[in-house]
């Protein structure tokens, strides 16, 4: 059954790039399963390191290229997985002869089983549930997964590892490492088409997604599977908790609420801060900001005008260039992250 997935003409099991939701669902449904982790790649990969996939007997999501080698993952993955053993697999130079990468590097792909017991991915998921970073090490048979700070039983170093995944080191038994950031997370302060075509967009992209309208009615928007909340917005982003992960995009387009969700994210931890409003109304805003006790350096962090300028015009054209600079902004962060 995941092979026949795997083989599907239209690969949807690939718009997951998260595989801790499925590794929590293989321990509800106490299926073992293999993860498949791309840790190695020269000349380029189609979807970079640290792309992974998880395997069960009945299932498979996430995706490593370009639709070239996921069949045959899963096909290595399902032998893994009756075997017991782990394995790596290479494709491009060095791999299987009737699998070309069309960029023309190779990869070097982990295979790991894990049961559902496992107790590295339990501890994965307590991470993910209280929004901490989690570092996954492994050599295929033996898997940890530390919280920062925390010291590894393994002959590897960490500390100061600023990439997504790679290998540990050489002499240091084939480890390999993949970091695991917390969901990202946007709260969106408003009610007009673009928070609602915002909203829209994001739900499909594996973000947690908050509505806030202060005073807003008692229910959310049709079709929202988010978190919706009427609270004032200092008191419901302090309830939400800011931190480096989270993006907070302010269009109330009420000048009360949209400077008192400023006045409590800019000094945050939230890793991007925007306001959707009239440019000629920055100025005067900013300095009503000052004049509350908003620093500088906390002011200069804020996106005005907000969005990438690609000249849009519609709901949908505005909530993309918000959500691209968003992205942008999340990418870079990932990037600059140093474990601690």
Not at 131 to 156: D, I, Y
Not at 195 to 206: G, K, N, P
Not at 210 to 221: A, I, Q
Not at 291 to 316: E, H, K, Y
Request: aromatic share 4%; net charge negative; glycine share 10%.
């Amino acid at each position: 059954m995941a092979l026949r997935s795997a083989r599907a003409e239209w690969p949807v099991f690939g718009l997951n790039y998260d595989v801790r939701p499925h590794l929590a669902e293989m321990r509800r449904s106490g299926l073992p399963g293999v993860l498949a982790t791309l840790f190695k790649a020269n000349g380029g990969s189609a979807r970079g390191l640290g792309s992974q996939m998880v395997v069960t007997p009945v299932s498979v999501a996430g995706y490593m290229s370009g639709g070239c080698i996921e069949a045959d993952v899963t096909m290595h993955a399902l032998e893994t997985l009756a075997s017991g053993q782990p394995r790596r697999v290479v494709y491009g130079q060095g791999g299987p002869v009737d699998i070309v990468l069309p960029c023309g590097g190779s990869v070097e792909i982990l295979l790991e089983p894990i049961d559902a017991a496992n107790l590295a991915v339990e501890n994965l998921l307590d991470l993910h549930a209280r929004r901490l970073p989690a570092m996954w090490l492994t050599n295929g048979s033996e898997q940890e997964c530390l919280a920062p700070g925390e010291a590894t039983s393994s002959p590897v170093t960490l500390r100061g590892s600023q990439a997504l995944c790679g290998e540990a080191g050489p002499g240091d038994d084939g480890f390999i490492y993949r970091r695991h950031d917390p969901r990202r997370r946007l709260i969106v302060v408003g009610s007009d088409p673009i928070c609602l075509a915002l909203i829209d967009i994001t739900r499909a992209m594996e973000f947690d997604v908050v509505l806030l309208r202060p005073k807003g009615p008692p229910s959310p928007p049709p079709n929202f599977a988010g978190r919706y909340m009427t609270s004032p917005a200092a008191l419901a982003l302090d309830a939400i908790g800011l931190d480096a992960w989270t993006s907070v995009v302010v269009a109330t387009h009420d000048p009360i609420n949209d400077h008192d969700a400023l006045l409590a994210a800019l000094p945050s931890a939230a890793g991007y801060v925007g306001l959707l409003g009239a440019r000629r109304r920055l100025k005067e805003k900013l300095v009503e900001l000052s004049n509350a006790g908003v620093a500088d350096r906390d002011l200069q962090r804020l996106n005005a005008p907000i969005g990438l300028d690609i000249g849009g015009r519609s709901p949908w054209d505005i909530a993309i260039s918000i959500l691209g600079q968003v992205i942008q902004n999340a990418n870079a962060a990932e990037k600059s992250f140093v474990w601690p």
